[in-house]
Protein backbone atom coordinates (compact mmCIF):
# COMPACT_ATOMS: atom_id res chain seq x y z
CA UNK A 1 0.00 0.00 0.00
CA UNK A 2 1.71 2.93 -0.94
CA UNK A 3 -0.06 4.80 1.80
CA UNK A 4 1.89 2.96 4.52
CA UNK A 5 4.88 4.74 3.16
CA UNK A 6 3.29 8.08 3.70
CA UNK A 7 1.23 7.92 6.72
CA UNK A 8 4.35 8.15 9.15
CA UNK A 9 5.62 11.21 7.47
CA UNK A 10 2.16 12.83 8.02
CA UNK A 11 3.18 14.19 11.37
CA UNK A 12 6.69 15.52 10.69
CA UNK A 13 4.62 16.77 7.70
CA UNK A 14 2.31 18.77 9.35
CA UNK A 15 5.29 19.55 12.29
CA UNK A 16 6.88 21.43 8.78
CA UNK A 17 9.72 19.00 10.02
CA UNK A 18 10.45 17.19 6.48
CA UNK A 19 13.25 18.22 4.43
CA UNK A 20 12.39 20.24 1.14
CA UNK A 21 12.55 17.59 -0.69
CA UNK A 22 10.20 15.11 1.27
CA UNK A 23 8.00 17.96 1.59
CA UNK A 24 7.65 18.24 -2.30
CA UNK A 25 7.00 14.48 -2.45
CA UNK A 26 4.14 14.46 0.36
CA UNK A 27 2.39 17.73 -1.20
CA UNK A 28 1.89 15.64 -4.88
CA UNK A 29 1.03 12.35 -3.50
CA UNK A 30 -1.69 14.44 -0.93
CA UNK A 31 -2.94 15.31 -4.37
CA UNK A 32 -3.39 12.03 -4.95
CA UNK A 33 -4.37 9.76 -2.35
CA UNK A 34 -7.36 11.19 -0.26
CA UNK A 35 -7.23 8.70 2.31
CA UNK A 36 -3.47 10.48 3.42
CA UNK A 37 -5.22 14.05 2.38
CA UNK A 38 -7.97 13.67 4.68
CA UNK A 39 -5.82 12.26 7.58
CA UNK A 40 -3.61 15.07 7.05
CA UNK A 41 -6.35 17.86 7.26
CA UNK A 42 -7.27 16.16 10.38
CA UNK A 43 -4.28 16.30 12.18
CA UNK A 44 -3.67 20.18 10.76
CA UNK A 45 -7.00 20.69 12.52
CA UNK A 46 -6.18 19.10 15.81
CA UNK A 47 -2.86 21.07 16.04
CA UNK A 48 -4.13 24.15 15.23
CA UNK A 49 -7.39 23.50 17.57
CA UNK A 50 -4.81 22.38 20.32
CA UNK A 51 -2.73 25.80 19.79
CA UNK A 52 -5.86 27.53 20.73
CA UNK A 53 -7.62 25.85 23.72
CA UNK A 54 -4.40 25.02 24.97
CA UNK A 55 -3.58 29.28 25.82
CA UNK A 56 -5.75 28.42 29.14
CA UNK A 57 -3.39 29.92 31.85
CA UNK A 58 -2.75 33.64 31.89
CA UNK A 59 -0.84 35.52 34.36
CA UNK A 60 -2.73 38.32 36.10
CA UNK A 61 -1.79 42.18 36.36
CA UNK A 62 -0.74 41.62 39.82
CA UNK A 63 1.61 38.87 39.26
CA UNK A 64 3.24 39.95 36.31
CA UNK A 65 3.76 43.28 38.25
CA UNK A 66 5.75 41.53 40.91
CA UNK A 67 7.77 39.69 38.81
CA UNK A 68 8.61 42.30 36.30
CA UNK A 69 9.28 44.97 39.59
CA UNK A 70 11.49 41.95 41.19
CA UNK A 71 13.47 41.65 37.59
CA UNK A 72 14.37 45.14 37.45
CA UNK A 73 14.90 45.67 40.60
CA UNK A 74 17.76 42.90 40.50
CA UNK A 75 16.31 41.64 43.27
CA UNK A 76 14.32 38.40 43.54
CA UNK A 77 12.36 37.29 46.74
CA UNK A 78 12.12 33.51 47.06
CA UNK A 79 9.43 33.69 49.70
CA UNK A 80 6.88 31.34 48.02
CA UNK A 81 9.50 28.74 47.05
CA UNK A 82 11.03 26.54 49.13
CA UNK A 83 12.56 28.03 52.52
CA UNK A 84 10.53 31.09 52.02
CA UNK A 85 13.61 33.03 52.09
CA UNK A 86 14.73 36.33 50.84
CA UNK A 87 17.69 36.58 48.68
CA UNK A 88 18.98 40.31 48.30
CA UNK A 89 22.04 40.19 45.59
CA UNK A 90 23.49 43.76 46.29
CA UNK A 91 26.46 42.74 46.06
CA UNK A 92 25.98 40.97 42.45
CA UNK A 93 24.73 44.26 41.34
CA UNK A 94 26.75 44.59 38.31
CA UNK A 95 26.26 41.25 37.23
CA UNK A 96 22.47 41.22 37.57
CA UNK A 97 22.73 44.13 35.59
CA UNK A 98 24.43 42.58 32.78
CA UNK A 99 21.43 39.50 33.18
CA UNK A 100 19.05 41.99 33.32
CA UNK A 101 20.13 42.90 29.80
CA UNK A 102 20.66 39.82 28.77
CA UNK A 103 17.26 39.11 29.50
CA UNK A 104 16.09 42.71 27.54
CA UNK A 105 18.36 42.08 24.63
CA UNK A 106 16.72 38.51 24.68
CA UNK A 107 13.20 39.18 25.28
CA UNK A 108 13.33 41.98 22.14
CA UNK A 109 14.45 39.13 20.12
CA UNK A 110 11.73 36.98 21.30
CA UNK A 111 9.02 39.87 20.77
CA UNK A 112 10.30 40.06 17.27
CA UNK A 113 9.98 36.22 16.93
CA UNK A 114 6.89 35.77 18.53
CA UNK A 115 5.23 38.76 16.31
CA UNK A 116 6.56 36.77 13.40
CA UNK A 117 5.14 33.45 15.01
CA UNK A 118 2.04 35.15 15.33
CA UNK A 119 2.04 36.65 11.80
CA UNK A 120 2.87 32.83 10.34
CA UNK A 121 -0.40 31.67 12.76
CA UNK A 122 -3.23 34.14 10.67
CA UNK A 123 -1.40 33.20 7.32
CA UNK A 124 -1.61 29.60 8.51
CA UNK A 125 -5.04 30.46 9.18
CA UNK A 126 -5.94 31.65 6.19
CA UNK A 127 -4.52 28.72 4.35
CA UNK A 128 -6.61 26.59 6.49
CA UNK A 129 -9.96 28.38 5.54
CA UNK A 130 -8.99 28.03 2.09
CA UNK A 131 -8.20 24.30 2.49
CA UNK A 132 -11.01 23.69 4.57
CA UNK A 133 -13.58 25.84 2.02
CA UNK A 134 -12.25 23.06 -0.89
CA UNK A 135 -13.21 20.08 1.65
CA UNK A 136 -16.79 21.44 2.00
CA UNK A 137 -19.75 20.56 0.57
CA UNK A 138 -20.92 23.67 -0.23
CA UNK A 139 -18.06 25.89 -0.36
CA UNK A 140 -20.13 28.99 -0.94
CA UNK A 141 -22.61 31.05 0.37
CA UNK A 142 -23.64 33.34 -2.15
CA UNK A 143 -23.03 30.73 -5.97
CA UNK A 144 -22.78 32.94 -9.37
CA UNK A 145 -20.11 33.69 -11.37
CA UNK A 146 -21.73 37.63 -11.80
CA UNK A 147 -19.58 40.01 -9.59
CA UNK A 148 -23.09 42.44 -9.31
CA UNK A 149 -24.99 39.18 -7.97
CA UNK A 150 -21.48 38.47 -5.30
CA UNK A 151 -21.36 42.11 -4.26
CA UNK A 152 -24.32 43.22 -2.63
CA UNK A 153 -24.77 40.20 -0.72
CA UNK A 154 -21.29 41.44 1.34
CA UNK A 155 -23.62 44.05 2.02
CA UNK A 156 -24.90 44.03 5.96
CA UNK A 157 -22.38 41.23 6.33
CA UNK A 158 -19.18 43.06 6.36
CA UNK A 159 -18.34 45.92 7.94
CA UNK A 160 -16.84 47.64 4.35
CA UNK A 161 -17.59 47.85 0.82
CA UNK A 162 -15.21 46.37 -1.68
CA UNK A 163 -14.86 46.08 -6.24
CA UNK A 164 -15.01 43.05 -7.54
CA UNK A 165 -12.69 42.92 -10.67
CA UNK A 166 -13.96 42.42 -14.24
CA UNK A 167 -12.82 39.02 -15.49
CA UNK A 168 -14.00 39.26 -19.00
CA UNK A 169 -11.13 38.12 -21.36
CA UNK A 170 -9.26 36.37 -18.32
CA UNK A 171 -8.58 32.88 -17.51
CA UNK A 172 -10.47 33.27 -13.86
CA UNK A 173 -14.13 32.05 -13.30
CA UNK A 174 -15.84 33.72 -9.63
CA UNK A 175 -17.29 30.75 -7.97
CA UNK A 176 -19.17 32.60 -5.53
CA UNK A 177 -18.30 34.10 -1.98
CA UNK A 178 -18.63 33.33 1.56
CA UNK A 179 -18.07 34.99 4.92
CA UNK A 180 -14.49 34.14 6.63
CA UNK A 181 -13.60 35.05 10.12
CA UNK A 182 -9.85 35.81 11.35
CA UNK A 183 -9.46 36.76 14.31
CA UNK A 184 -12.86 36.90 15.09
CA UNK A 185 -13.04 39.96 12.35
CA UNK A 186 -15.65 39.15 9.34
CA UNK A 187 -14.58 39.62 6.06
CA UNK A 188 -15.14 38.62 2.47
CA UNK A 189 -14.20 35.49 1.28
CA UNK A 190 -14.55 35.24 -2.97
CA UNK A 191 -13.70 32.06 -4.70
CA UNK A 192 -12.02 31.88 -8.18
CA UNK A 193 -11.27 29.22 -10.38
CA UNK A 194 -8.50 29.10 -12.81
CA UNK A 195 -7.88 25.43 -14.51
CA UNK A 196 -8.56 22.89 -12.51
CA UNK A 197 -7.17 25.51 -9.22
CA UNK A 198 -9.01 27.33 -7.26
CA UNK A 199 -8.07 30.63 -5.64
CA UNK A 200 -9.34 32.26 -2.50
CA UNK A 201 -9.12 36.01 -2.36
CA UNK A 202 -9.66 37.47 0.92
CA UNK A 203 -10.73 41.07 2.20
CA UNK A 204 -10.23 42.23 5.77
CA UNK A 205 -11.12 45.93 7.14
CA UNK A 206 -7.07 46.97 7.57
CA UNK A 207 -6.41 45.93 11.26
CA UNK A 208 -3.00 46.76 13.36
CA UNK A 209 -2.71 42.83 13.48
CA UNK A 210 -3.36 42.52 10.18
CA UNK A 211 -0.78 45.02 9.04
CA UNK A 212 2.52 42.94 10.28
CA UNK A 213 1.09 39.85 8.61
CA UNK A 214 3.45 40.73 6.24
CA UNK A 215 6.07 42.88 6.15
CA UNK A 216 6.86 46.64 4.42
CA UNK A 217 8.69 45.18 1.70
CA UNK A 218 7.11 42.14 1.80
CA UNK A 219 4.14 41.61 -0.70
CA UNK A 220 4.09 37.52 -0.78
CA UNK A 221 4.87 34.47 0.70
CA UNK A 222 5.15 31.06 0.57
CA UNK A 223 3.03 28.64 3.24
CA UNK A 224 2.44 25.08 3.13
CA UNK A 225 3.21 25.27 -0.39
CA UNK A 226 0.41 27.98 -0.82
CA UNK A 227 1.30 31.10 -2.69
CA UNK A 228 -0.06 33.89 -0.23
CA UNK A 229 -0.28 38.09 -2.19
CA UNK A 230 -1.26 40.95 0.15
CA UNK A 231 -1.29 44.12 -0.09
CA UNK A 232 -3.26 47.19 1.83
CA UNK A 233 -5.56 50.13 -0.42
CA UNK A 234 -8.01 52.21 1.38
CA UNK A 235 -7.91 50.49 4.91
CA UNK A 236 -8.95 47.05 3.53
CA UNK A 237 -6.09 44.27 3.68
CA UNK A 238 -6.46 42.13 0.57
CA UNK A 239 -5.08 38.10 0.64
CA UNK A 240 -4.85 36.06 -2.34
CA UNK A 241 -4.20 32.19 -1.78
CA UNK A 242 -3.87 29.35 -3.60
CA UNK A 243 -1.69 26.68 -5.38
CA UNK A 244 -2.27 27.77 -8.46
CA UNK A 245 0.90 29.12 -10.54
CA UNK A 246 2.86 31.98 -8.31
CA UNK A 247 1.96 34.27 -11.94
CA UNK A 248 -1.98 33.27 -12.12
CA UNK A 249 -2.27 34.66 -8.24
CA UNK A 250 -0.39 38.04 -9.29
CA UNK A 251 -2.08 38.06 -12.47
CA UNK A 252 -5.24 37.56 -10.33
CA UNK A 253 -3.92 40.11 -7.66
CA UNK A 254 -3.33 42.92 -10.21
CA UNK A 255 -6.55 42.15 -11.08
CA UNK A 256 -8.32 42.92 -7.74
CA UNK A 257 -5.52 45.80 -7.01
CA UNK A 258 -6.86 47.60 -9.90
CA UNK A 259 -10.20 47.30 -9.13
CA UNK A 260 -9.93 48.34 -5.65
CA UNK A 261 -8.28 51.60 -7.14
CA UNK A 262 -11.47 52.25 -9.45
CA UNK B 1 9.75 40.17 30.20
CA UNK B 2 11.15 37.63 27.81
CA UNK B 3 8.21 34.85 27.10
CA UNK B 4 6.45 35.79 30.17
CA UNK B 5 2.94 34.77 29.47
CA UNK B 6 4.12 31.31 27.51
CA UNK B 7 6.12 30.23 30.68
CA UNK B 8 3.09 31.29 32.40
CA UNK B 9 0.88 28.92 30.53
CA UNK B 10 3.17 26.31 29.96
CA UNK B 11 3.59 26.59 34.30
CA UNK B 12 -0.28 26.36 34.20
CA UNK B 13 -0.52 23.01 32.31
CA UNK B 14 2.27 21.17 34.21
CA UNK B 15 0.95 22.29 37.77
CA UNK B 16 -2.71 22.75 36.95
CA UNK B 17 -2.73 24.73 39.57
CA UNK B 18 -2.56 28.90 39.39
CA UNK B 19 -0.48 29.29 42.65
CA UNK B 20 2.09 26.62 42.00
CA UNK B 21 2.37 27.73 38.32
CA UNK B 22 3.01 31.60 40.25
CA UNK B 23 5.92 29.85 42.00
CA UNK B 24 7.11 27.85 39.30
CA UNK B 25 7.57 31.21 37.08
CA UNK B 26 8.74 33.15 39.47
CA UNK B 27 11.58 30.44 40.55
CA UNK B 28 12.02 30.28 36.68
CA UNK B 29 13.35 34.14 36.18
CA UNK B 30 15.31 33.29 39.53
CA UNK B 31 17.22 30.66 38.06
CA UNK B 32 17.51 31.99 35.30
CA UNK B 33 18.92 35.44 36.84
CA UNK B 34 21.55 33.45 39.20
CA UNK B 35 22.11 31.06 36.29
CA UNK B 36 22.57 33.55 33.39
CA UNK B 37 26.32 32.86 33.05
CA UNK B 38 25.69 29.14 32.06
CA UNK B 39 23.62 30.42 29.23
CA UNK B 40 25.92 31.14 25.92
CA UNK B 41 25.18 33.80 23.71
CA UNK B 42 24.32 32.36 20.32
CA UNK B 43 22.51 29.33 21.72
CA UNK B 44 18.64 28.90 21.80
CA UNK B 45 17.51 31.37 24.59
CA UNK B 46 13.79 29.65 24.36
CA UNK B 47 15.09 26.15 25.31
CA UNK B 48 17.32 27.40 27.91
CA UNK B 49 14.63 29.00 29.75
CA UNK B 50 12.01 26.46 28.78
CA UNK B 51 14.17 24.14 30.12
CA UNK B 52 15.25 25.93 33.73
CA UNK B 53 11.42 26.02 34.35
CA UNK B 54 10.23 22.17 33.23
CA UNK B 55 13.67 21.51 35.53
CA UNK B 56 12.17 23.20 38.54
CA UNK B 57 8.92 21.62 37.98
CA UNK B 58 10.55 18.19 37.89
CA UNK B 59 12.05 19.12 41.58
CA UNK B 60 8.62 20.26 42.81
CA UNK B 61 6.40 18.01 44.73
CA UNK B 62 3.91 17.81 41.42
CA UNK B 63 6.35 17.21 39.67
CA UNK B 64 7.72 14.24 41.23
CA UNK B 65 4.06 12.87 41.81
CA UNK B 66 3.44 13.35 38.56
CA UNK B 67 6.28 11.72 36.85
CA UNK B 68 5.76 8.62 38.91
CA UNK B 69 2.30 8.13 37.01
CA UNK B 70 2.55 5.52 34.18
CA UNK B 71 3.23 6.88 30.88
CA UNK B 72 0.93 6.37 28.36
CA UNK B 73 3.17 2.93 26.67
CA UNK B 74 6.71 2.10 27.07
CA UNK B 75 8.73 5.36 25.99
CA UNK B 76 10.82 3.76 23.18
CA UNK B 77 12.73 5.47 19.93
CA UNK B 78 10.70 3.87 17.76
CA UNK B 79 8.17 6.13 16.24
CA UNK B 80 4.84 3.97 15.61
CA UNK B 81 3.19 4.16 12.38
CA UNK B 82 -0.27 5.71 12.21
CA UNK B 83 -3.10 3.86 11.15
CA UNK B 84 -5.10 5.64 8.57
CA UNK B 85 -9.08 6.58 9.22
CA UNK B 86 -11.16 6.75 6.63
CA UNK B 87 -12.68 10.10 7.25
CA UNK B 88 -14.56 12.29 4.67
CA UNK B 89 -13.51 16.33 4.46
CA UNK B 90 -17.20 16.54 5.70
CA UNK B 91 -16.59 14.57 8.87
CA UNK B 92 -13.59 16.15 9.57
CA UNK B 93 -15.17 19.78 9.39
CA UNK B 94 -18.32 18.96 11.60
CA UNK B 95 -16.18 16.83 13.62
CA UNK B 96 -14.29 19.69 15.27
CA UNK B 97 -13.47 19.15 19.03
CA UNK B 98 -14.79 21.95 21.45
CA UNK B 99 -12.45 23.82 22.96
CA UNK B 100 -13.13 22.46 25.74
CA UNK B 101 -13.13 18.91 24.63
CA UNK B 102 -9.51 19.34 24.28
CA UNK B 103 -8.46 21.26 27.06
CA UNK B 104 -9.94 18.08 28.88
CA UNK B 105 -7.87 15.44 26.68
CA UNK B 106 -5.21 17.75 27.47
CA UNK B 107 -5.22 17.80 31.04
CA UNK B 108 -5.60 13.85 30.87
CA UNK B 109 -2.07 13.03 29.37
CA UNK B 110 0.69 11.90 31.40
CA UNK B 111 2.96 15.07 32.35
CA UNK B 112 5.63 13.75 29.70
CA UNK B 113 3.58 13.59 26.65
CA UNK B 114 1.94 16.83 27.68
CA UNK B 115 4.39 18.93 27.96
CA UNK B 116 6.12 18.15 24.51
CA UNK B 117 2.76 18.37 22.84
CA UNK B 118 2.62 21.69 24.43
CA UNK B 119 5.99 22.59 23.00
CA UNK B 120 5.45 21.48 19.45
CA UNK B 121 1.68 23.16 19.14
CA UNK B 122 1.50 25.77 21.45
CA UNK B 123 4.82 27.02 21.66
CA UNK B 124 5.50 26.30 17.78
CA UNK B 125 9.23 24.73 18.59
CA UNK B 126 11.17 23.10 16.17
CA UNK B 127 11.74 18.89 16.86
CA UNK B 128 15.23 20.16 17.77
CA UNK B 129 14.27 22.42 20.22
CA UNK B 130 12.12 20.48 22.08
CA UNK B 131 14.81 17.77 22.33
CA UNK B 132 17.17 20.39 24.04
CA UNK B 133 14.58 21.52 26.26
CA UNK B 134 13.39 18.21 27.78
CA UNK B 135 16.80 17.04 26.82
CA UNK B 136 15.51 13.60 24.91
CA UNK B 137 16.84 12.67 21.85
CA UNK B 138 14.57 13.65 18.74
CA UNK B 139 13.57 10.17 18.04
CA UNK B 140 12.17 10.26 21.83
CA UNK B 141 10.21 13.63 20.77
CA UNK B 142 8.73 12.08 17.53
CA UNK B 143 7.61 8.74 19.58
CA UNK B 144 6.16 11.18 22.41
CA UNK B 145 4.48 13.36 20.24
CA UNK B 146 2.83 10.96 18.06
CA UNK B 147 1.59 9.36 20.88
CA UNK B 148 0.29 12.40 23.07
CA UNK B 149 -1.51 13.03 19.70
CA UNK B 150 -3.09 9.56 19.25
CA UNK B 151 -4.16 9.85 22.66
CA UNK B 152 -6.15 12.99 22.09
CA UNK B 153 -7.83 11.62 19.15
CA UNK B 154 -8.77 8.40 20.79
CA UNK B 155 -10.18 10.59 23.84
CA UNK B 156 -11.74 12.87 21.54
CA UNK B 157 -13.71 10.57 19.27
CA UNK B 158 -14.51 8.58 22.17
CA UNK B 159 -15.94 11.90 23.96
CA UNK B 160 -17.94 12.89 20.61
CA UNK B 161 -19.12 9.22 20.76
CA UNK B 162 -20.04 9.23 24.29
Redesign the interface.
Given at each position: MA??IW??K???YV?A?LSEEEMRAMDAHLHECS??A??A???M???H???????????SPQ??RR??G??MA?Q?I?D???ARRT?TWRWAAP??A???M???V??I???RSSEH?RS?QLLSELTDIHV?NL???TPVDVMSSDRHTVKPWFQGKVPFTFNLPELEASPFTLVGGRLAYLDHEPGAHLIYNIGAHHISVFVFRDQPNLAHVFSARESSRDVLKFHVESWSAHELRYFVVGDASDESIHALTSMWKQAGNN | MPLFDSLYNFAGWLTGNREEAEDLVQETYLKALKGFSSFQQGTNFRAWIFRILRNAFLTSRTGLKATRTVPLESDDEETAVASATMDTPESILLGRASQEAIQAALGKLPVIFREVLLLSDVEEMSYQEISETVSIPIGTVMSRLYRARRAMREDLQGASNG
Open positions: SDQPIDRDESCAELRRRLKDTKLAARRYAPFRIEQVGVARVGVLLAAVVLLAGMLSAQAAAS | -
